[in-house]
């Protein structure tokens, strides 16, 4: 017996048309039911099996749901998940039951369809190694595939486009007929005799020990934990039909009051959670053979293009994603193969020959576990409100990867991922699924060096800035983490990367004529009528001013990177090419008469988000920082700055010394709340936004906490404390931010001209108080008070 998983005879295997052959009934996805029985001679016994599938699935032992995998990587690093079944164990006759779906078959198509995009495949292929032991580790019975494992080819499950408006990268609607489903075939007693044989394809290899096979999965453990799932969501009303119907709609949804729907009539119903979510709605139905039930998922109403206020479910029409549920006629409970994003969810129902009894419908919770550690409350409750909606777009964004949207693609992009990671870091001190993000873009690199813009993703993407933006992770996670080796893992990528943006430099001595698409924000002002929007003004004809203040800005953290690492010798290189960069910067971009950089070389545009890199990156001195700030935060001229980037704009009034404006550039999110969003947007406009749940509009929550609350690291890992709040117009604010040391604390408020604040760090931790009114303190962590008088408020 093997003590390492995969190092035994564990083979890949698949149902007889295996690898090579095609789908029998011509279905785009491929579902499979595999079996494997076995005897638990007595109570002593314990096991714990590795899984892993292309591309999906589901693991029962003895009836009982007990994981969902593998996590999303790649065909080169193919996770595997462990499972202890020890707990689900009986003795005597005991079953391993799977559900494995492929999407190998089907391309993903963002306007038409095709498998999630964000899911990497090859085939079908499914792989199991195990071994029922005693408690001593004496193996009983070998339970690895191929070994006595059975396997059915489904016709239950069919699946089918769903034509939306801005279309989708999450994959097809699923079409569920009850009739030919295997009712209870994850249970000991079923009848599996006609079950076939599997078919076996190859031996599984982990990637230490691949040395050469027909397939190309390289098998890793899982890096993130298993996803949560909560059981008992309800939704809230319901909308859409008449009183008496809504009436009984309203029993069933909220105490679960049996609601008959009568033979060979219709029914239409729509239902609000109240909340955004991303869960599995759960249906409980009897009878109704013959009947067509079909659940339409959506953010929000849509009229003539735009959304209203998100509480008017009268407003005009829902465009999602649909499945389509038969019942079988019996006693069934039936949710989608994968979890769906929705606020409403709107049924249609046409009854057969039967009457269909529905007796519950519910949803399932499920996303990433993150545990909200941190904490903020403050004197004005609109501030409050945006650290839950924060949290729950920051929740609703991650799952085995941050996405951009659960709606419409949950792909990791590494721009949105950036502000992400931050989140996860400040208020949930979680960075399992950040370390994850920095390996699936360092493996993403293609042949040229740079990373793709998102990953896991079958369908390939650069994006140039978002390359820069994973260098910024790897940076940002060595500072909230202080984990040295980690990040080591990374410089090569990260030298990859930044020789990719060196060989753009060109005459000018600047990067420029940068290929691919070159999307940097969605500013409503950026409209390039061939590169399409969100694209900087000259990028494609020569140099542009904020592709190079990034650069220089990476490679200083590069340089900081290398340092920590011990790899002086690329250390010169690195500061002698970003001193050249913010030198020639200054010399083609900044307009002394206009004073502020054009986003190209003679304007005339200029914009927010480019003079704040500018800050940032240092390129700007503090006389030209100055006469920037007088235009930076409200001067209608300027390319204004989106949800995403006015993180940058907010990083760079707090490097100058203005982040007092911060607060009025909160008005898009106050705007979104008034338009009654329960997360965040991808754009600045809440009517005409594509997504209603945006990771990168989380900033508000980062802000709060390391800003208001003033909790920062001022050496890897909080190994050493800055706590600098600003107030604004706050009177009080109190709340904690998780560290790999322990939990901060501060409470701080105003009584009159002076501010109070009480703290508490971990015994030991260095931590230095800055008030706004000059004061400053430190101590060795415990609890500390500390006051000043403060400056006049404005």
């Not at 059981?231 to 809504?246: C, E, I, N, P, V």
């Not at 600003?726 to 009159?752: H, N, Q």
């Amino acid at each position: 017996m093997t003590n390492k998983p995969f190092e035994g005879s564990s083979m890949w295997v698949w149902s007889a048309e295996g690898c090579w052959g095609k789908q029998p009934d011509g279905d785009p996805y491929r579902v499979r039911y595999f079996r494997r029985t076995f005897e638990v001679p007595h109570s002593n016994c314990q096991l714990t099996v590795h899984v892993s599938a292309d591309s999906r699935y589901v693991l029962w032992c003895n009836g009982v749901r007990v994981s969902r995998g593998p996590a999303k990587g790649d065909l080169a690093h193919q996770f595997y998940d462990t499972v202890d079944l020890t707990p689900y164990l009986r003795q005597g006759r005991n079953v391993l039951a799977v559900q494995v779906v492929s999407f190998a078959d089907s391309w993903p198509i963002l306007r038409h369809g095709g498998g999630p995009c964000s899911v990497m495949t090859a085939m079908g292929a499914f792989i199991l190694d195990g071994h029922l032991s005693d408690r001593q580790g004496q193996s009983i019975e070998a339970l690895h595939t191929p070994s006595r494992w059975r396997v059915l080819a489904d016709q239950a499950y069919h699946y089918k486009p769903c034509p939306t408006h801005f279309g989708a990268f999450t994959g097809m609607g699923e079409i569920f007929d009850g009739s030919r489903y295997p009712w209870g075939w994850q249970e000991v007693n079923y009848d599996d005799s006609r079950w076939e044989s599997v078919v076996e394809l190859e031996r599984g290899y982990t990637a230490e020990a691949h040395c050469d096979s027909i397939l190309p999965y390289r098998l890793l453990p899982r890096m993130i934990p298993f996803l949560e799932e909560t059981d008992g969501g309800r939704f809230s009303r319901t909308y859409g039909a008449d009183t008496a119907t809504q009436e009984c709609w309203q029993a069933l949804i909220a105490a679960d009051a049996p609601l008959e729907i009568a033979p060979r009539s219709q029914a239409h119903i729509g239902l609000d959670a109240g909340a955004l979510t991303t869960a599995y709605p759960v249906l409980k139905v009897k009878g109704g053979l013959g009947a067509e039930i079909k659940l339409t998922y959506g953010e929000a109403q849509w009229r003539e293009g735009k959304k209203g206020h998100r509480d008017d479910l009268a407003w005009g029409t829902l465009d999602g994603i649909f499945d389509t549920y038969f019942p079988g006629g019996g006693a069934e409970t039936w949710e989608p193969f994968l979890w769906r994003s929705f606020r409403l969810v709107e049924l249609d129902i046409v009854a057969g020959e039967e009457p269909l009894t529905i007796e519950s419908l519910t949803y399932r919770f499920t996303a990433y576990p993150f545990k909200m550690r941190g904490a903020f409350e403050c004197s004005d409750s609109i501030l409050n409100r945006m650290w839950e909606v924060s949290w729950r777009t920051a929740r609703l964004c991650a799952h085995e990867t941050y996405e951009d949207c659960p709606t419409y693609e949950q792909l990791q992009y590494a721009g949105d991922t950036q502000v992400q990671t931050l989140i996860s870091y400040a208020v949930a001190g979680d960075a399992r699924l950040a370390r994850q993000a920095l390996c699936h873009f360092d493996w993403s690199r293609n042949f040229e060096g740079i990373t793709a813009s998102r990953y896991p993703s079958r369908v390939p993407q650069i994006i140039p800035f978002w390359s820069l933006y994973w260098i910024m992770m790897v940076h940002d996670y060595y500072w909230f983490t202080g984990e040295v080796e980690e990040v080591k893992k990374h410089l090569d990528g990260i030298a990859s990367v930044l020789r990719w943006f060196e060989s753009l430099i060109g005459s000018s001595g600047l990067v420029e004529k940068v290929p691919y698409w070159c999307v940097a924000d969605w500013s409503p002002d950026w409209k390039d009528p061939q590169w399409g929007p969100g694209v900087p003004p000259g990028i494609k004809e020569g140099p542009s001013a904020l592709v190079n203040f990034i650069f220089a800005y990476c490679l200083d953290i590069a340089t900081a990177l290398n340092l920590m690492a011990g790899k002086e010798y690329i250390i010169p290189t690195y500061r002698a090419q970003a001193s050249r960069i913010r030198r020639r910067a200054n010399e083609v971009f900044w307009s002394e008469k206009e004073g502020l950089y054009y986003d190209r070389p003679g304007g005339p545009e200029a914009s927010q988000l480019t003079n704040a890199w500018a800050i940032v990156c240092g390129a700007a001195e503090l006389w030209q920082q100055n006469r920037i700030l007088r235009r930076l935060t409200d001067d209608p001229s300027l390319c204004r700055a989106a949800l995403f980037g006015l993180f940058y704009v907010f990083r760079a009034l707090s490097k100058a010394g203005a982040y007092d404006r911060v607060f009025d550039l909160l008005a898009p999110w106050r705007r979104m709340l008034d338009m009654g969003l329960t997360t965040w947007a991808e754009t600045l406009d809440p009517e005409t936004t594509r997504s209603d749940c945006h990771g990168w509009s989380c900033t508000p929550m980062y802000e709060f906490a390391t800003k208001l609350l003033g909790v920062q690291p001022v050496a890897p890992g909080f190994s050493s404390v800055l706590i600098r709040p600003f107030p604004g117009y706050l009177t009080w604010a109190r709340g904690s931010v998780p560290t790999p040391e322990g939990e901060i604390r501060v409470d701080w408020r105003l009584e009159g001209n002076r501010i109070i604040l009480e703290g508490q760090a971990p015994v030991g931790t260095p931590v230095e108080v800055d008030l706004p009114g000059g004061e400053r303190a430190k101590f060795s962590g415990g609890s500390f008070r500390v006051q000043a008088m403060v400056p006049a408020r404005r």
